[in-house]
């Protein structure tokens, strides 16, 4: 099926433009130009699930406990000291994906350089850990992971 459309108008300068599937809207984009999108994007050039959180704050609950921004991302759970793991609301295919991260800014010490690693991956979370140059886990109040895959 093709459509070819030159025009698209809402009934008024203030109504968003929506794009629904089964009566749930899939994209809307408001008179102001914001766009925004339910559901997992395909592109395969943008992070597929994102998260900006405090380590500090993290907590072992399997919530957002520290999260100041994310997306597609359905819990944190910390399993102890500078170590976490980042459940995702989507799944991905399979645990090849790419994991890209910095960690740092902790103000109740001086080492402010700090080390993001990956000790686990699969389909549905990826874990992480925060360490000092030493190699020591520790919290920090800085942390943001992206991750890139099908």
């Not at 109504?15 to 130009?33: C, K, P, V, W």
């Not at 050039?45 to 994310?70: C, E, L, Q, R, Y």
């Not at 994991?99 to 874990?127: E, H, K, R």
Request: glycine share 10%; aromatic share 8%; charged share 10%.
């Amino acid at each position: 099926m093709s459509l070819q459309v030159s025009t698209i108008k809402t009934k008024n300068a203030e109504s968003a433009l929506a794009l629904q599937t089964n009566s749930t809207t899939r994209l809307e984009i408001a008179s102001g130009g914001l766009v925004s999108v339910t559901g997992a994007v395909s592109a395969t050039n943008t992070a597929k699930a994102w998260i900006h959180f405090n380590g500090v704050t993290a907590d072992s609950s399997s919530n957002m406990t520290g999260v100041g921004a994310s997306y597609n991302v359905s819990s944190l759970v910390e399993f102890g000291t500078g170590k976490c793991t980042i459940n995702f609301a989507t799944h991905f295919a399979d645990g090849n994906y790419a994991v890209v991260g910095a960690a740092g800014g902790n103000p109740t010490t001086a080492d402010y350089s700090m080390n993001l690693n990956i000790w686990g991956q699969t389909y549905y979370a990826v874990s992480v850990t925060t360490n000092r140059t030493d190699n020591e886990k520790q919290d920090t109040t800085l942390v943001n992971v992206a991750v890139f895959g099908n």
